[in-house]
């Protein structure tokens, strides 16, 4: 294929369209699909395809880029056409009237429709001519931006019980971790630790909710911050983001003889019922209850608290402060608390997607406009009037017949 | 003051079926008198439905984005502001109101239907993307609703333009089409953009190709698609007003539909019970 028939088809709206309509119809089955809701694993088949994360999959990748090349191709050849207009030469679009059966007034009626004289060129808001060269050019650098993002960019969750202090760069300090190719291989070297939670905080004029304290300690800049958290906004410190996540659920503080103090977080079976599943020192899996008098959700606390401890030999009560046996080593429960869940995320380029957003806005903006050149030229039966207006031009040319009182002839 | 707001409502209500019916004398039995008392009609249901909008805002503490009636009201009242600011800029549009009207009716029956429910609204709320993101996703639903009316009346006219001679004639209808479809893809835009800069404040993400955000995005590709096929490939007259009709399918299924039939990160918008 040569070069110029390469370039008609990366120019044909007709591939356009259909990566569009591919993009369209991929995206919208995708979002839907349950396990990218999370409300199921998803299935061999898609992990075996890569659809199991489909908006990271080869074929949708694929497609972005032929998008990302389509209207780059279509923009340039829609810049050259803008700047001609913008340069004074009516497009083929225009129509080409013999200034002699135009009536003496011509110009007037073109000035009385904004029509402004620059030169030997009238203009009608000239710079809107840019207007979907701007948006797709702001299209563009979001693909960028997005492209470079996504290759740089790392998030993941972690979980805090009120006095607990996690590492992010430790072993098990993180979970659910994704990272770009080009993110650090490392999460970020903080230290967070949770000095309050408050999980029915009311602020004024909003439903109860989230609120923690951390205390933050970047050991890369050797500086330390304090935050008060709740879901409505992130705290930054350095190139990281902290923000407070939804999920939360009782906790375990456990005096462990030969070990110290341990959190065991456990999970939400039922709104009464907790339990998590942890190997005991001496290798065996034990398994914690926790039943609650109220529900998890209940502002007003859970009431009385019953645990058990579930061992393959046997189930045991236990109360707060009682020593048990935790496989073989002496444990006692010191308290029973709540651990609260949080997201951190490192991205780099966030700022050129923006910047593309507010490109694509400022070219949606000047589509509003409609824009317009007239010039006179020496043609084939005289001089002639070539004019072009992108938006309106039939109302424009009525007018014109009209002062004339006849149609007006195309040269 | 919930008697004072039930009383204002249906003040509004009643002011919008009465503009209805007046519309339809002007523009099914050539009355000029019905399509001008219509408007004044429509004009004076806003004064009680901006009333009763602000009351619900005072009771609740909050602005009429989160039950089904809240939004729904402030939908319909954005919607009739949106018509009536149209026909002081051409006066000729007015006989449009014979569908906007009866469709901002009918989004009040709806809303009412949830007038009791009080919601407080979640801690993510707190941000100010919220009044550039719900307010430009207001002023989006009316534009793209005016611009499927003005599709929708074009094919009614399209061919016999004697027909409902009360709406404008067919010519006049496709440009309104299309400009209200330009106008309503900026709004969407700026709509998906400040949810996209909300979403990256509170949870920072700013895309997590979420059902109602895949859905604005293909809603904002369809808009594209559309206005291209009018501006480069000529697209007007019977093949536009379809594609009018299209883009008013979208819009109203990522406003309305999207949220109430699959969980999303809206669904604490629209909330019915």
Redesign the interface.
């Known amino acids: 294929m040569d070069s110029e028939r390469f370039h008609k088809v990366l120019t044909s709206p007709r591939l356009a369209l259909t990566v569009l309509v591919l993009i369209s119809i991929y995206t919208g089955v995708a979002s839907w699909l349950p396990w990218v809701r999370g409300t199921v694993n998803p299935p061999v088949w898609a992990e075996a395809t890569g659809l199991d994360h489909p908006f990271t999959a080869i074929p949708f990748l694929l497609l972005i880029l032929l998008l990302f090349i389509s209207t780059g191709a279509c923009t340039l050849k829609r810049l050259h056409y803008s700047r001609g207009l913008f340069a004074g030469e009516p497009s083929g679009l225009g129509m080409r009237i013999p200034v002699a059966s135009l009536a003496p007034g011509w110009e007037t009626i073109l000035l009385a429709q904004g029509y402004r004289r620059v030169g030997n060129r009238l203009y009608r808001r000239r710079w809107a001519f840019f207007s979907g060269p701007i948006l797709h050019i702001g299209l563009l650098v979001v693909l960028a931006g997005v492209t470079v993002q996504q290759g740089f960019q790392e998030s993941g969750s972690f979980e805090l019980a009120e006095g607990e202090m996690v590492r992010l760069d430790a072993a098990t300090g993180v979970m659910d971790r994704v990272r770009g190719p080009f993110a650090p291989e490392q999460p970020p070297a903080l230290e967070i630790g949770l000095d309050s939670f408050d999980p029915f905080h009311r602020q004024a004029g909003y439903a109860p909710d989230r609120l923690s304290t951390l205390l933050i300690r970047d050991h890369s800049a050797a500086r330390e911050q304090q935050a008060t958290l709740d879901r409505a906004h992130g705290v930054k410190i350095g190139a990281t983001e902290i923000f407070h996540a939804i999920p939360n659920g009782l906790a375990l503080k456990m005096e462990i003889a030969g070990m110290g103090l341990r959190m065991l977080h456990l999970r939400e079976m039922s709104p009464t019922t907790s339990a998590g599943t942890f190997t005991a020192p001496d290798g065996n899996t034990v398994r914690f209850v926790v039943e609650t008098e109220r529900s998890l959700y209940d502002p007003l606390g859970t009431g009385n608290v019953g645990v058990r401890l579930e061992s393959p030999y046997q189930t045991t009560t236990i109360m707060k402060g009682m020593p048990f046996l935790f496989g073989t080593e002496p444990a006692k429960i010191t308290a029973i608390t709540r651990w609260a869940g949080f997201t951190y995320s490192r991205s780099f380029g966030t700022g050129v997607i923006f910047a593309g957003f507010g490109v694509v806005l400022l070219g949606s903006f000047l589509l509003l406009f409609s824009s317009g050149v007239a010039a006179v030229s020496p043609g084939n039966r005289g001089e002639e009037l070539n004019i072009y207006q992108n938006r309106g031009q039939k109302e424009l040319l009525r007018l014109l017949a009209e002062s004339t009182g006849s149609p007006l002839e195309e040269a | 003051m919930m008697e004072t707001q039930s009383v204002l409502f249906w003040s509004a209500a009643t002011l919008y079926a009465g503009a209805t019916l007046l519309f339809f004398v002007g523009g099914v039995f050539r009355r000029e008198w019905g399509t001008d008392a219509g408007r004044w009609a429509a004009m004076a249901g806003l004064v009680p439905h901006l009333m009763a909008i602000l009351l619900r805002w005072q009771e609740v503490?909050?602005g009429p984005y989160n039950t089904r009636y809240e939004v729904v009201s402030a939908n319909a009242f954005v919607l009739v502001v949106c018509y009536l600011i149209a026909t002081f800029r051409m006066p000729r549009f007015k006989g449009i109101g014979m569908i906007i009207l009866p469709v901002a009716f009918l989004m009040m029956g709806w809303g009412v239907s949830t007038y009791g429910v009080r919601?407080?609204?979640?801690?993510?709320?707190?941000?100010y993307w919220l009044w550039l993101h719900i307010g430009f996703a207001k002023a989006f639903a009316a534009t793209t609703l005016i611009a499927g009316a003005c599709a929708g009346a074009f094919l009614a006219k399209e061919g016999r333009p004697e027909r409902l001679p009360g709406l404008p004639e067919p010519a006049r209808l496709d440009?309104a089409s299309y400009q209200f479809l330009?106008?309503s893809?900026?709004f969407l835009?700026?709509m998906i953009?400040a949810g996209?800069?909300w979403a990256?404040?509170?949870?920072?993400?700013?895309w997590a190709?979420?059902?109602i955000?895949?859905?604005s995005?293909?809603t904002w590709?369809?808009f594209?698609?559309i206005?291209?096929l009018r501006?480069?490939?000529g697209w007007t007259g019977r093949r536009f007003a379809w594609l009018g009709l299209v883009a008013l399918a979208f819009g109203v299924a990522t406003i309305y539909v999207v949220t109430l039939v699959?969980?999303t990160i809206h669904n604490s918008y629209l909330v019915g019970k």
């Open positions: 503490g909050h919601a407080e609204v979640p801690i993510i709320f707190k941000s440009t330009l106008i893809f900026l835009g700026v953009i996209s800069l990256h404040q509170s949870w920072g993400r700013y190709w979420d059902p955000e895949t859905s995005l293909v590709i369809a594209g698609i206005l291209h501006t480069l490939h699959v969980p």
